[in-house]
């Protein structure tokens, strides 16, 4: 019995990116059929959210062991930006917020999906 190959993080990054496009294109088509411009638009900014913070956490994970004064401040101004744009989306966006945050999850939905990628392709 052979034994499987480890985990290869420079194929699975780029794919997890692509699945969260595919996600976040399809996501946003089905939120905008049945709820409207407003909830499409919304998941599709949700998506957005998530796809930015993958990018910043990805550049931490490949900057890991080098990680200087400059990159813990703006691992700490990431979520301040973040949450000012949350804040900025509930009170003054006409975008439905369960759309938005539900296009939170899209960075989720993606690994869950390489997961499945890894055990049924992957590993053959």
Known sequence: MAVPDEFDYDRAAPRIARFMAIIAVLGSIVAGAFGGWTWGAGFLLGAALAWLNYRWMRKL?????????RGSVFM????????GAGYVIVIYSPLNMVAVLTGLFVLI????VELIFEIVYARK
């Not at 700490?76 to 949450?83: A, E, K, M, P, W």
């Not at 939905?109 to 869950?112: H, N």
């Open 109 to 112: 939905a993606a690994v869950f």
């Open 61 to 69: 994970i490949e900057g890991l062991g080098g990680v200087s004064s």
């Open 76 to 83: 700490v101004f990431r979520y301040l930006l973040l949450g």
